[in-house]
């Protein structure tokens, strides 16, 4: 076993034990706090028994996710120096790993808020979209601010040049900030839409985090890989109490963090494109609401699907909790096998 294969297991054990360890005590707290999850009349009749739900169990694999990082990324970097290998990553890419998951946290943070006005309200809405918007690309323009700034410190590296397949390198220009500013925020409410059934945010965001791992590896960007591990254990360790039928929610908290941490290894890596097929599940789920919304609104009154978002129309055909966690994690690896033959130039 080589150094990296040490650091990312260990990172994904860490991970996932702590995230098992966290829910022994956290969920009988915020039962204690009756942080419960508010039903709406709108959803599904029969999730109605799950009214009290703990929410904001995202809480515990945001912290197994950074505490494994902190952790696993140094011991990497550490071990290969003693034993005299040469590592090829630079201050740069360091400081993408942690800015990104900086900027994960931050989403975290926000869905902290969100779900505390939700409790508070006892209503499923908390922030105005406004407001979240506002934040969120706050967050990512503070993340691209301090990509330039390290980047301009290390002989400017080119941030702005994407990597497009069968067309090749294309620098954006100004107009990369815009773009990506707002796919990352796209992705991030994406991933919080997911989240809509026990099991399907955790599961989907477990396989993009194994082939995250997977392609960052084949690139020699380790250190992202490692941070990848961390995220998978995460996922793992909360699908123990979240896989229906489910003990704890991750709320607005876990989700907004997981689609940060997809962008932030995404983009960390380079593999813009790849970035976006990987996240398609998320995609297609708000589209899913845009398409609802949008035909509803010409047809007078008409629905595209029974339920959005997807899962929900899905789960309103008849299909279980754990068949939909099972058909949209196939769709995942699915599109994660796309991602990685783009990466690996197979097409």
């Not at 419960?36 to 009749?45: A, C, F, K, M, Y």
């Not at 799950?50 to 694999?61: A, E, R, S, V, Y």
């Not at 229906?244 to 932030?264: E, N, Q, R, W, Y």
């Amino acid at each position: 076993m080589n150094t990296y294969e040490l650091s990312a297991i260990s990172a994904i054990i860490i991970s996932f034990l702590i995230t098992v360890i966290l829910g022994k005590f956290m969920i009988p707290f915020l039962h204690k706090l009756k942080y419960g999850q508010t039903i709406l009349e709108i959803g599904p009749s029969w999730h109605k028994n799950k009214q009290g739900t703990p929410t904001m169990g995202g809480i515990m694999f945001i912290i197994s996710t950074i505490i494994a990082t902190v952790i696993c990324v140094p011991m990497y970097y550490t071990i290969s120096a003693k034993n005299g290998m040469y590592v090829t990553e630079t201050p740069f890419m360091i400081t993408k790993i942690f800015a990104g998951l900086g900027m994960a946290v931050a989403y975290g943070l926000v869905g902290v808020i969100d779900d505390l006005v939700k409790i508070k309200k006892k209503h499923n809405a908390g922030l105005t979209p406004k407001q979240k918007l506002i934040l969120q690309f706050g967050i990512v323009g503070c993340y691209f601010l301090a990509l330039n700034m390290i980047s301009e410190i290390n002989g400017g590296s080119k941030l702005t040049t994407v990597n497009i397949p069968f067309i090749g390198n294309v620098d954006f220009g100004i107009f990369y900030w815009v773009i990506f500013g707002i796919i990352v925020v796209g992705i991030v409410n994406a991933a919080n839409l997911t989240d809509g059934v026990d099991g399907l945010s955790a599961s989907v965001a477990f396989f993009i985090a194994i082939f995250c791992m997977f392609i960052t590896n084949c690139l020699g960007m380790f250190g992202l890989g490692i941070e990848s591990a961390a995220l998978a254990g995460g996922c793992l360790g909360f699908l123990f109490w979240n896989f229906h039928p489910a003990k704890v929610f991750m709320g607005d908290t876990g989700s907004l963090f997981l689609g940060g941490m997809v962008c932030a290894i995404g983009l960390g890596a380079g593999i813009h494109v790849p970035m976006i097929i990987l996240s398609s599940v998320y995609i297609l789920e708000m589209f899913s609401v845009i398409l609802q919304v949008v035909y509803f609104k010409i047809s007078k009154g008409k629905r595209l699907f029974k339920m959005s978002p997807i899962h929900h129309h899905f789960e309103m055909c008849g299909w279980s909790e754990v068949k939909i966690c099972v058909v949209f994690s196939i769709a995942t690896i699915f599109f994660g096998l796309i991602s990685t033959l783009l990466v690996l130039g197979c097409f």
